[in-house]
């Protein structure tokens, strides 16, 4: 059993919160910036689960293998990683609040489970590696379950 407990004022956010594994396999691509405008308009096709960030050096996609063997022959060349599931908090999530992330991490990091932490403006996600997934899913669920009888 996880040492890790969530702040008194958080354990009501984990008790409410509810875990979703997503079923599909994911995979983490790098694109070159050059790429930028290629990967906007190929994410124009896709449904959700996705997601494309750019920063200053690079691309990064998120999206269904499924979706990647779609769309890969667009780009020039790519580094990916793979594969990963993803599991949605879905609970929604208040900008304010501080800490869920840093819980989330660190109960999966004592089990040796790494995150791959990706928000949204109401939910947290997080992938992990797939064979590591229904691990990380008991985790989580234990957790969840912690605090609803603290």
Same mark, same amino acid.
């Given at each position: 059993?996880?040492?890790?407990? !969530?702040? !008194?004022?958080?354990?009501? /956010?984990?008790?409410?919160? %509810?875990?979703?594994?997503? !079923?599909?396999?994911?995979?983490? &691509?790098?694109?070159?910036?050059? #790429? =930028?405008?290629?990967? $906007?308009?190929?994410? =124009?096709?896709?449904? !959700?689960?996705?997601?494309?960030?750019?920063?200053?050096?690079?691309?990064?996609?998120?999206? %269904?293998?499924?979706?990647?063997?779609? /769309?890969?022959? $667009?780009?020039?060349?790519?580094? &990916?990683?793979?594969?990963?599931?993803?599991?949605?908090?879905?609970? &929604?999530? #208040?900008?304010?609040?501080?800490?869920?992330?840093?819980?989330?991490?660190? &109960?999966?990091?004592?089990?040796?489970?790494? /995150?791959?932490?990706?928000?949204?403006?109401?939910?947290?996600?997080?992938?992990? =590696?797939?064979?590591?997934?229904?691990?990380?899913?008991?985790?989580? #669920?234990?957790? /969840?379950?912690?605090?609803?009888?603290?």
């Amino acid at each position: 059993m996880s040492k890790v407990l !969530p702040s !008194p004022e958080m354990m009501p /956010i984990f008790a409410s919160t %509810k875990i979703t594994l997503h !079923p599909d396999e994911f995979i983490l &691509v790098s694109l070159a910036l050059s #790429e =930028k405008e290629r990967a $906007l308009e190929a994410f =124009k096709q896709l449904d !959700p689960f996705s997601s494309v960030t750019v920063d200053h050096a690079e691309v990064s996609l998120i999206l %269904k293998t499924t979706d990647w063997d779609t /769309i890969k022959g $667009l780009f020039q060349s790519s580094q &990916v990683e793979s594969p990963y599931r993803a599991i949605t908090f879905d609970f &929604v999530l #208040e900008l304010s609040l501080v800490g869920f992330l840093s819980v989330v991490s660190a &109960v999966l990091a004592e089990a040796g489970i790494s /995150i791959f932490a990706l928000s949204t403006f109401l939910r947290d996600h997080i992938l992990v =590696k797939a064979s590591s997934a229904d691990e990380a899913v008991q985790v989580l #669920e234990a957790l /969840i379950k912690r605090c609803n009888t603290q």
